[in-house]
């Protein structure tokens, strides 16, 4: 079991940056887990932000991040960060964090677990 809490959401304007949290709580060593984020704005499909893997030797990103999103995680205390710069209004959505103990993917088979979301919302 995992548990994820999302927090750092906000107004922001465009050009701003923004950093993210997602404390995750699990059963196994955190370094099992990938951790990932995805968004989902409104009347659109959820889509994949980027994810890290559990012993942090690799990321992956989504194609609309171009360089301006990363992701970053501290095991000791199972803590992910989503840095983000350069945010448009087209960023606007409610941020998930999640956690799965398989391979990291950009999408395929849902990722185990979820938190309950942050939202980001960018005024221009």
């Known amino acids: 079991q995992v548990n994820l809490v999302e927090s750092g959401g906000g107004l922001v304007q465009a050009g701003g940056s923004l950093r993210l949290s997602c404390a995750a709580s699990?059963?196994?060593?955190?370094?099992?887990?990938?951790l990932a984020w995805f968004r989902q704005a409104p009347g659109a499909e959820r889509e994949f932000v980027g994810a890290i893997a559990g012993d942090k030797n690799q990321e992956i990103y989504g194609n609309f991040v171009k360089g301006r999103f990363t992701i970053r995680r501290y095991n000791d205390n199972c803590t992910a960060f989503l840095r983000m710069s350069g945010l448009q209004p087209e960023d606007t959505a409610v941020y998930y964090c999640?956690?799965?103990?398989?391979?990291?993917?950009?999408?395929?088979?849902?990722?185990?677990?979820w938190g309950q979301g942050t939202q980001i919302t960018v005024s221009s």
């Open positions: 699990t059963q196994l060593s955190c370094n099992t887990y990938v």
């Open positions: 999640a956690a799965d103990g398989g391979p990291m993917r950009r999408g395929g088979r849902p990722y185990r677990y």
